[in-house]
T-cell receptor, first 113, second 112 residues
Framework: QQQVKQSPQSLIVQKGGISIINCAYE??????FPWYQQFPGKGPALLIA?????SEKKEGRFTISFNKSAKQFSLHIMDSQPGDSATYFC????????????FGTGTRLKVLA | SAVISQKPSRDICQRGTSLTIQCQVD?????MFWYRQQPGQSLTLIAT?????????ESGFVIDKFPISRPNLTFSTLTVSNMSPEDSSIYLC?????????FGQGTRLTVV
């Protein structure tokens, strides 16, 4: 019940294409859903996050779509660029508790020039 | 935001020895977290460290193997004790600041 399932494990996209990464959760106590981007040799950094009271959030080329009834959320990267090549982690958090982050398994994205 | 300095950034250690990783935050925070990230894998929470109390360890992690100190609101250490090659991993310090999790750059540990 504490797991967050993420897919795909790896993704190759052409420059200018759309990258889509999906996550699913079980625990309805989760109320904050961030996406993290990690480059080799660096710690994860927050990319974008959403709360379940909205179905979509957009920041530049990055969009989170959230489906509360299905307990799923996804990251869309529009006009993907080679600089977006990184590993992406979704996470789920219950902000009423200890703020313990449950991370997905990660998606290694490669954008071809 | 919170800026985290973690050191060392990497180390190669002999099996049976111990390594202490330091984490310094530029703001006072209540909770600090230590994660392990094995190559190509996700982040696994080792323990949560609150100032002035014993760290809380996740299932599969014990204090004898991963002792943690939290002497004040800006600093914590994680020790990896009696290391074996299976401990080769990236260890990450993290803090929660206004819901968002901030991470250090990680310590890449190789045990030979």
């Amino acid at each position: 019940q504490q797991q967050v399932k993420q897919s795909p494990q790896s993704l190759i996209v052409q420059k200018g294409g759309i990258s889509i990464i999906n996550c699913a959760y079980e625990n309805t106590a989760f109320d904050y859903f961030p996406w993290y981007q990690q480059f080799p040799g660096k710690g994860p950094a927050l990319l974008i996050a959403i709360r379940p009271d909205v179905s979509e959030k957009k920041e530049g080329r990055f969009t989170i779509s959230f489906n509360k009834s299905a307990k799923q959320f996804s990251l869309h990267i529009m006009d993907s660029q080679p600089g977006d090549s990184a590993t992406y982690f979704c996470a789920a958090v219950s902000t009423s508790g200890t703020y313990k982050y449950i991370f997905g398994t990660g998606t290694r994205l490669k954008v071809l020039a | 935001s919170a800026v985290i300095s973690q050191k060392p950034s990497r180390d190669i250690c002999q099996r049976g020895t111990s390594l202490t990783i330091q984490c310094q935050v530029d703001s006072q925070v209540t909770m600090m977290f230590w994660y392990r990230q094995q190559p190509g894998q996700s982040l696994t929470l080792i323990a949560t460290a609150n100032q002035g109390s014993e760290a809380t360890y996740e299932s599969g992690f014990v204090i004898d193997k991963f002792p943690i100190s939290r002497p004040n609101l800006t600093f914590s250490t994680l020790t990896v004790s009696n290391m074996s090659p299976e401990d080769s991993s990236i260890y990450l310090c993290s803090v929660e600041w206004q819901v968002e999790a901030f991470f250090g750059q990680g310590t890449r540990l190789t045990v030979v």
